[in-house]
């Protein structure tokens, strides 16, 4: 290959220090290694081409095959691993050997020999499969880097040489939160989230809880030397919010067997150890009975359900009952009267007072009652409302009653007053008789 004099330079980026002896060379040996003569000053080779001639990034040969670079070898101390990129320019058809510290790293492709289409700018060189150029990674550590050109058609020629900084690692995952996602350091790298700007931070907040985030990584730039390429995507998603439990429900209604709750805007409820439900009205609720209820924030797409509430402790309210027919009477006297039992009634005269007993006693003798029932009250059920009366006229009073089942005896039904009676006159008839008689 023709020499120009166009010299173009890639510049190093951050933490990767190449230094290149410049002067006269001493001739190759066979596994690689060169050392450096002359007294030019050290150049640092980067990642952007540039046209100097005071700074030499390319290597140069002259007739041999094979023959290693007049110039080189290329040093540099990395702390991760990097990349060195070789390519020939100007006329098409040389190849190479690539060593690191004496090992042979890699080989460039074997092209066609071709004079068209020529260019002297390695970055178009580079990027065209018909020039001999490739890419090589080596670890981090102290390097020098030897060219040995293996197809020498022109016998001399030149080309060019820069060690790039690679894209870091796809950054790791190593905290989430339903706001917050923490990436493993990188050390040198910066940061960024989807199309978002770049920070030096791993720590990214203020994200929206249940979201699907891309991250990616790369070496940050620093004032002499721009940022490496981007790493890979890593998908991270934030935890569903985790939300305060709401306040203690209260209670809007109630009856002996539902209570109602008051709406908590996005919550659910449950009685005791219940399922959690959606709605706030509880049905099939024994009366008066207690149970204590409970709210919570139900789950959606972006938050996990809340904890549940301090409970709410309610009674429901007694049964009401319907009133029982009017009582009917069993048996009366002139003063007292019994009325049908009725199952779990109660009962009261007039506007008595209610009593369990459906006897009364103690009336007056042919007199008007109005007689009433209701069911009582009892653990579960208030009073029911008193039933129609019944009137009832009690019997009038009599010196004696006849006895069912007992001989009639004429004398026990007649009154002693008109026995008594009776014998007078009959005493005075027989006076009477006997006065004649004389």
């Known amino acids: 290959m023709k020499f120009f004099k166009n010299l173009i330079m890639w510049i190093l980026p951050a933490a990767v220090c ?62 991760y691993r990097v990349r060195v990129d070789i390519t020939d320019a100007f006329m098409k058809g040389d190849q190479f050997n690539v060593y690191d510290n004496g090992i042979l790293i890699g080989t460039t492709p074997s092209v066609e020999i071709s004079d068209d289409s020529t260019t002297s700018d390695p970055a178009v060189a580079f990027a065209d499969p018909t020039y001999s150029n490739g890419s090589f990674y080596v670890e981090a550590g102290s390097h020098a880097i030897t060219i040995e050109i293996i197809n020498n058609y022109y016998n001399g ?13 796809a950054p790791v995952v190593s905290a989430i939160t339903s706001t917050t996602v923490t990436l493993e350091t990188i050390t040198g790298a910066e940061y960024k989230a989807d199309d978002g700007a770049w920070q030096t931070s791993p720590i990214f907040t203020g994200l929206s809880p249940a979201t699907e985030y891309t991250f990616y990584a790369r070496y940050a730039a620093t004032a002499d030397l721009p940022a490496s390429d981007v790493s890979l995507g890593t998908a991270g998603a934030t ?133 009433y029932a209701r069911l009582a009250e009892t653990g579960t059920a ?29 004398l026990q039904a007649v009154p002693f007053c008109l026995l008594l009676g009776a014998s007078f006159s009959l005493f005075a008839v027989l006076a009477v008789r006997r006065g004649r008689r004389t």
Not at 37 to 62: H, L
Not at 311 to 321: L, P, R
Not at 397 to 408: D, F, I, M, R, Y
């Open 18 to 79: 190449v230094s290149v002896c410049a002067g006269s060379l001493s001739a190759a040996s066979d596994n690689g290694q060169q050392d450096c003569e002359g007294g030019d000053p050290p150049i640092t080779i980067g990642v952007n081409w540039s046209d100097t001639a005071e700074v030499p990034p390319k290597f140069i040969w002259n007739s041999g095959e094979p023959v290693f670079s007049e110039n080189g070898p290329f040093t540099f101390e990395s702390s």
């Open 239 to 371: 935890d569903k919010d985790m939300p305060a439990a709401p306040a203690a429900p209260a209670v809007s209604g109630k009856t002996d067997t539902t209570v109602t709750l008051e709406t908590i805007t996005g919550a659910e409820y449950k009685a005791g150890d219940g399922a959690w439900q959606a709605s706030p009205v509880f049905t099939g609720l024994s009366p008066y009975t207690e149970y204590t209820f409970y709210a919570r924030l139900a789950e959606t797409e972006t938050a996990f359900a809340s904890p549940s509430s301090a409970g709410t402790a309610v009674f429901t309210d007694k049964s009401a009952q319907a009133a029982p027919p009017a009582p009917s009477v069993s048996s009366k006297t002139a003063v007292s009267v019994t009325l049908t039992a009725i199952s779990g009634a109660e009962y009261k005269a007039g506007d008595g007072a209610w009593q369990a007993s459906p006897v009364f006693t103690g009336l007056t003798a042919n007199s008007d009652n109005t007689f």
């Open 157 to 169: 020629g030149g080309g060019y040489i820069r060690v790039v900084q690679t894209a870091p690692d």
């Open 382 to 410: 208030y009073a029911s409302p008193a039933s129609a009366g019944t009137a009832v006229h009690t019997d009038s009073a009599v010196a004696a009653v006849v006895k069912t089942g007992e001989a009639a005896n004429p």
